[in-house]
């Protein structure tokens, strides 16, 4: 986590739990100070943005196992099990109970006493009292926080961290503002790992504004704050407020240490945001940037990531050549640094294998794929689970363009299980069921692909999720598995919800959302409700005629639908006739290949 003041050669911890020999009845004076970390050369992506949430928020530190040392014992056989109230009273119990906290964490007695003795610190630190005694506070309730978000008690350590920010005042000196910095902080993170991607970014947000008070806006540790903080948006899909929030940190570190490695992350980080906003140019001067620095630091594995992201830009944009150059690049130091079977190796390889299939070239494709899997079944020691996951997901979804349905969902399942017991891969879990979901669909087994998007919707629902694009076109899919089941007025519902996401998102003329809407007509007229059938899709068609022209033979089933509605109505579509529709009317049709993909009622995908 970022630092607000600390010496270079501090413990990375944001909450320091020492084992000393101090005096028990000594009163710490501030929470340790947050170190400014080295900062990663490699950006988080936003898919596994919640990976890295779920493992460095300071809520989850590991406790260390084993057997404790005779001193902690020893110390602790000092405390009785059940302490009178009025012992509260004494002023030097809580410094002393939270000596022995951190020494029972430390020890590996189990984090239940350790809890007990920091709740009893700090409940006996505000009985004492004194606004010279609300850093003791705030430093008891941080401890208390990080066990019980150790223990999954994420409630818990949210009203402790509430309770020991607002024991701070930033206004009262630097020991002040770093107690608040740090318990901002770690409320964010601990907001994230249970999937409140706003309330986090709120948090972090004020710790940002706290430590550019107590730094000034120009300090490097604020540049560190300000990615962490970047790296949060990019997770909750806000590229506009990621972005500037980049541009700050690289116009820092620009700065203070051009041609640093800080420099490289920034500017991966940065191509990593103008690649979601669709800018695959501005990407790849960022990477050419990113890999020149790189490489005058001799960081090669970094720069054979660097060139899996050249690679993949080259794609978005046509360059199928460039983009299979840029990947044997990278493949080539990759096996040379890391090793044939290692999971970066095998993901260059699933790269390969998905731009062969685009391509054409099913053959090779297949091939890689197969390369890919070897190696994924015999992962290296202290490889990820979530790495492992993301190939999977990448090869699940060549297999299934390439009609090999029942593959794929071996993989899925596969990799769902490898994330059984992995916290805060809630966002990773969804889209793995998403996509189940649709396979399900496809090979007509309506159940479980209704069950597998109900699943990934309530994951999705409670989080910022549930304002993009892709939550919308899910619960269009969901609808569709719903009216497979004959349950056609909860089809309604997931489509009127899906319209109303999708046309705030995207707006109402993009094709996901005329496609929802058309949907929903078909549904009204399943229910009688012919009226606002008809409306509706007259509507959708005017849109698209509007955007495709009305000769355009896509538009055929939705004007035959619509003159069916209204002939049932008793009315006629009141449209200008294009005089050219006549004449290219005989040869779309010839020139059209129809595809069914639903009931007679139309419905789209």
């Given at each position: 986590?970022?630092?607000?003041?600390a010496?270079?050669?501090?413990?990375?911890?944001?909450?320091?739990?020492?084992?000393?020999?101090?005096?028990?009845?000594?009163?710490p004076?501030?929470?340790s100070?947050?170190?400014?970390k080295?900062?990663?050369?490699?950006?988080?992506?936003?898919?596994?943005?919640?990976?890295?949430?779920?493992?460095?928020?300071?809520?989850?530190?590991?406790m260390?196992?084993?057997?404790?040392?005779s001193?902690?014992?020893?110390?602790t056989?000092?405390?009785?099990?059940?302490?009178?109230?009025?012992?509260?009273?004494?002023?030097?119990?809580?410094?002393?109970?939270?000596?022995?906290?951190?020494?029972?964490?430390?020890?590996?007695?189990?984090?239940?006493?350790?809890?007990e003795?920091?709740?009893?610190?700090?409940q006996?630190?505000?009985?004492?009292?004194?606004?010279?005694?609300?850093?003791?506070?705030?430093?008891?309730?941080?401890v208390?926080?990080?066990?019980?978000s150790?223990?999954?008690?994420?409630?818990?350590?949210?009203e402790?961290?509430?309770r020991?920010?607002?024991?701070?005042?930033?206004?009262?000196?630097?020991?002040?503002?770093?107690a608040?910095?740090?318990?901002?902080?770690?409320?964010?993170?601990?907001?994230?790992?249970?999937?409140?991607?706003?309330?986090?970014?709120?948090?972090?947000?004020?710790?940002?504004?706290?430590?550019?008070?107590?730094l000034?806006?120009?300090?490097?540790?604020?540049?560190?704050?300000?990615?962490?903080?970047?790296?949060?948006?990019?997770?909750?899909?806000?590229?506009?407020?990621?972005?500037?929030?980049?541009?700050?940190?690289?116009?820092?570190?620009?700065?203070?240490a051009?041609?640093?490695?800080?420099?490289?992350?920034?500017?991966?980080?940065?191509?990593?945001?103008?690649?979601?906003?669709?800018?695959?140019?501005?990407?790849?001067?960022?990477?050419?940037?990113?890999?020149?620095?790189?490489i005058s630091?001799?960081?090669?594995?970094?720069?054979?990531?660097?060139?899996?992201?050249?690679?993949?830009s080259?794609?978005?944009?046509?360059r199928?050549?460039?983009?299979?150059?840029?990947?044997?690049?990278?493949?080539?130091?990759?096996?040379?640094?890391?090793?044939?079977?290692?999971?970066?190796?095998?993901?260059?390889?699933?790269?390969?294998?998905?731009?062969?299939?685009?391509?054409?070239?099913?053959?090779?494709?297949?091939?890689?794929?197969?390369?890919?899997?070897?190696?994924?079944?015999?992962?290296?020691?202290?490889?990820?689970?979530?790495?492992?996951?993301?190939?999977?997901?990448?090869?699940?979804?060549?297999?299934?363009?390439?009609?090999?349905p029942?593959?794929?969902l071996?993989?899925?399942?596969?990799?769902?299980?490898?994330?059984?017991?992995?916290?805060?891969?809630?966002?990773?879990?969804?889209?793995?069921?998403?996509?189940?979901?649709?396979?399900?669909?496809?090979?007509?087994?309506?159940?479980?692909?209704?069950?597998?998007?109900?699943?990934?919707v309530?994951?999705?629902?409670?989080?910022?999720?549930?304002?993009?694009?892709?939550?919308?076109?899910?619960?269009?899919?969901?609808?569709?598995?719903?009216?497979?089941?004959?349950?056609?007025?909860?089809?309604?519902?997931?489509?009127?919800?899906?319209?109303a996401?999708?046309?705030?998102?995207?707006?109402t003329?993009?094709?996901?959302t005329?496609?929802?809407?058309?949907?929903?007509?078909?549904?009204?007229?399943?229910?009688?409700?012919?009226?606002?059938?008809?409306?509706?899709?007259?509507?959708?068609?005017k849109?698209?005629?509007?955007k495709?022209?009305?000769?355009?033979?896509?538009?055929?089933?939705?004007?035959?639908?619509?003159?069916?509605?209204?002939?049932?109505?008793?009315?006629?579509?009141?449209?200008?006739?294009?005089?050219?529709?006549?004449?290219?009317?005989?040869?779309?049709?010839?020139?059209?290949?129809?595809?069914?993909?639903?009931?007679?009622?139309?419905?789209?995908?």
């Amino acid at each position: 986590m970022p630092g607000l003041v600390a010496p270079p050669e501090a413990t990375p911890l944001r909450i320091d739990i020492p084992v000393d020999d101090q005096d028990p009845a000594s009163v710490p004076k501030a929470p340790s100070p947050v170190p400014k970390k080295t900062p990663s050369t490699t950006p988080t992506s936003s898919r596994a943005r919640s990976d890295e949430r779920g493992s460095s928020s300071a809520g989850k530190r590991r406790m260390p196992l084993g057997r404790p040392n005779s001193a902690a014992a020893a110390t602790t056989d000092l405390v009785p099990a059940t302490m009178d109230e009025t012992a509260l009273d004494n002023p030097d119990l809580g410094p002393f109970l939270l000596k022995l906290a951190r020494r029972s964490i430390a020890s590996g007695e189990g984090p239940s006493k350790a809890l007990e003795y920091a709740l009893r610190a700090s409940q006996s630190i505000e009985r004492c009292g004194g606004d010279e005694r609300q850093l003791e506070l705030a430093m008891s309730l941080h401890v208390a926080a990080a066990i019980y978000s150790g223990m999954g008690q994420h409630e818990e350590a949210v009203e402790a961290l509430e309770r020991a920010v607002g024991a701070t005042d930033p206004e009262r000196g630097p020991d002040h503002a770093l107690a608040a910095f740090s318990g901002y902080m770690q409320l964010g993170d601990t907001h994230a790992v249970a999937g409140r991607m706003e309330q986090s970014i709120a948090c972090y947000t004020k710790g940002l504004q706290i430590q550019m008070d107590a730094l000034g806006e120009a300090d490097t540790r604020v540049a560190e704050t300000c990615r962490y903080l970047a790296e949060a948006h990019v997770q909750a899909m806000q590229f506009d407020e990621a972005e500037k929030l980049c541009y700050k940190t690289l116009e820092i570190h620009q700065h203070s240490a051009p041609g640093s490695l800080e420099e490289a992350a920034d500017r991966r980080l940065m191509a990593l945001i103008c690649e979601a906003k669709g800018d695959h140019e501005a990407v790849l001067d960022h990477l050419v940037l990113a890999s020149m620095i790189l490489i005058s630091h001799a960081q090669d594995v970094d720069v054979a990531a660097v060139d899996v992201g050249i690679g993949d830009s080259h794609v978005a944009l046509g360059r199928f050549d460039e983009a299979i150059f840029s990947y044997q690049k990278a493949l080539t130091i990759l096996k040379s640094t890391k090793g044939e079977n290692h999971q970066s190796v095998a993901s260059v390889v699933v790269r390969l294998a998905g731009l062969y299939f685009k391509t054409g070239k099913l053959r090779e494709s297949k091939s890689y794929c197969e390369n890919a899997l070897k190696i994924y079944a015999k992962p290296l020691r202290g490889s990820s689970n979530e790495d492992l996951v993301g190939g999977m997901m990448e090869i699940a979804a060549i297999y299934e363009a390439m009609s090999d349905p029942e593959e794929a969902l071996k993989l899925l399942l596969k990799a769902l299980k490898l994330l059984e017991d992995s916290p805060g891969q809630w966002r990773t879990v969804a889209g793995i069921e998403a996509q189940m979901g649709v396979i399900y669909y496809m090979v007509g087994q309506y159940n479980e692909a209704k069950s597998s998007f109900e699943s990934s919707v309530s994951k999705l629902r409670t989080s910022t999720e549930r304002k993009s694009a892709f939550f919308g076109v899910l619960l269009n899919q969901m609808g569709l598995a719903s009216l497979q089941l004959f349950k056609v007025d909860e089809a309604a519902t997931l489509f009127e919800e899906a319209r109303a996401v999708l046309e705030k998102e995207c707006g109402t003329s993009h094709k996901d959302t005329l496609g929802v809407c058309s949907n929903l007509s078909a549904t009204y007229d399943a229910m009688g409700r012919v009226e606002e059938a008809i409306d509706l899709l007259g509507n959708v068609l005017k849109l698209r005629e509007e955007k495709l022209g009305t000769a355009n033979p896509d538009l055929d089933d939705e004007k035959k639908r619509l003159a069916e509605l209204l002939k049932e109505a008793g009315r006629s579509r009141n449209k200008k006739q294009n005089p050219l529709e006549n004449l290219l009317v005989t040869n779309s049709q010839r020139a059209k290949e129809v595809r069914k993909k639903w009931s007679a009622f139309g419905f789209k995908g």
